[in-house]
Structure formats: C-alpha cells, structure tokens
C-alpha cells in the first residue's frame, strides 16, 4: 500500500527576486501660492504641483489643540468631604432630637402613672375613711352567729 522508500533529491526550483522601484525624490521647490481676497476664504482650493498637474480641493483649518479644560479651585474630593460632613452633622442633630423625644415622652408617661396612682389611691381612702352612716354590704352579729350555733349543737 506504501510506495517503498526510495531516496529523493531535492528538487531545485528558479526563484524570483523582485526589486522595489525606486521613487524619484520630490523637487524641493514650494507650490506656488494661490492668493486669497483678504475676508474670504474660498470654498474650494487649487494648488499648482512642480510638474504641472493642478490638484484642487477643499481648504483645511490648520489643527488647533484641545482647549484644557478649566479645573476648579476647590477638587471634588474635597466637596464631598464637606457634604459629608454636613451630612454627618444633621444626622447627629437628629439623634440628639430624638434622644430629647424619647426622653421627654419617657417622663410624661412616668407622670401619668404617677397622676394616676394618686387619684386611684385618694379614691380608696376616700371609701374607706367615708364617715357616712350608709355603708354597703352586709353587716352580721357574730355573737349571736355563734349562740345560735351553740345553742342548736350543744
């Protein structure tokens, strides 16, 4: 299935090299200038080149850098820091009023309780040192309770 192994020769193939072509260096004689109205600026240029061929075309501003942009007196960091910190600050004004509320509610229940106790306690007092002659509930003769109960067992 295999051819047997014969030796080969390289084959030597042709090889071709190519050269670049040189360009012919550009005469260094300027472009004549085509002379502008003073006011306006055409819309469309021509340029005459050293050998004779006219190019034509739009004119181009020349590049103007970026402006910088302004960078402000105070940084960023620093303004969130103090926004922070006035932050921070109504924060804990808040704490401080809530603390007082809490406080304050916390000593107008405490009265309440106390109003409460002593109207309930001079309420008690009241009925039981009432100097009236009527008095509620049932009133009974223990010794007589007892004679009876002597007298029927005995």
């Given at each position: 299935?295999?051819?047997?192994h014969?030796?080969?020769v390289?084959v030597?193939?042709a090889?071709e090299?190519h050269?670049?072509?040189p360009?012919?260096p550009?005469i260094?004689?300027?472009?004549?200038v085509?002379p502008?109205?003073?006011g306006?600026?055409p819309?469309?240029?021509s340029?005459?080149?050293?050998?004779g061929?006219?190019?034509?075309g739009?004119a181009?501003?020349a590049a103007?850098?970026?402006p910088v942009?302004?960078k402000?007196?105070?940084?960023?960091?620093?303004v969130?820091?103090?926004?922070g910190?006035?932050?921070?600050?109504?924060?804990?004004?808040?704490?401080?009023?809530?603390?007082?509320?809490?406080?304050?509610l916390?000593?107008?229940?405490?009265?309440l309780?106390?109003?409460?106790?002593?109207?309930?306690?001079?309420?008690?007092a009241?009925?039981?040192?009432?100097?009236?002659?009527?008095?509620?509930g049932?009133?009974?003769n223990?010794?007589r309770?007892?004679?009876?109960?002597?007298?029927f067992?005995?």
């Open positions: 299935m295999y051819p047997d014969t030796p080969h390289p030597q193939r090889v090299v050269q670049p072509t360009i012919p550009a260094a004689t300027p472009a004549p085509v502008v109205q003073p306006s600026v819309a469309v240029a340029i005459v080149l050293p050998d061929r006219v190019v034509t739009y181009i501003d103007r850098p970026e942009a302004v402000p007196v105070v940084s960023r960091t620093a969130n820091v103090a926004l910190g006035v932050g921070f600050l109504a924060v804990c004004g808040g704490l401080i009023l809530l603390t007082s509320f809490i406080a304050a916390t000593a107008f229940i405490t009265q309780i106390i109003l409460a106790a002593v109207i309930f306690g001079g309420w008690i009241v009925q039981l040192f009432s100097t009236s002659g009527h008095q509620g049932t009133t009974v223990i010794r309770a007892v004679i009876k109960r002597n007298h067992h005995g």
